[in-house]
């Protein structure tokens, strides 16, 4: 891959690879590859969104860290999401809220499943970031 494409994906500087410490983390970027490549947004959009939410995280004090910088990634993917294909933005809305609801009522150190979201909301001892 080269171009524009080639900049959405880190590197590992001596061996040119690309290095993702989380399967999410590859996932974000792919997406956001993807729906360049298919015209919903452009390279420019993606890298201005991008850097906006890295200079928002920034200015919260975020951490300059690997899980700062992804953050901001799914950050930005999501908010180009709902711009540019508002239903699909809506249900990913939902959806997001939904993950968000099955994770608090997961006890800890069980698998986190859609279905646990349709639970009452539990009491849990998970750490949120």
Known sequence: MSGPEAALLPREPA???PVFAEPWHAEVLAVAFALTRDGIFSAGEWADALGA???RA???GT???ETGYYGAALK???SLVSAKLPTTGAALAERIEAWR???LNTPH???VTLAAAALPM???DHHHD
């Open 63 to 65: 951490p300059d860290t």
């Open 101 to 103: 609801c099955a994770y």
């Open 76 to 78: 930005a993917l999501e």
């Open 58 to 60: 920034t200015a919260a």
């Open 53 to 55: 939410e890295i200079a």
């Open 109 to 111: 150190g069980q698998p």
């Open 122 to 124: 539990a009491h849990h």
């Open 15 to 17: 061996a040119g690879t």
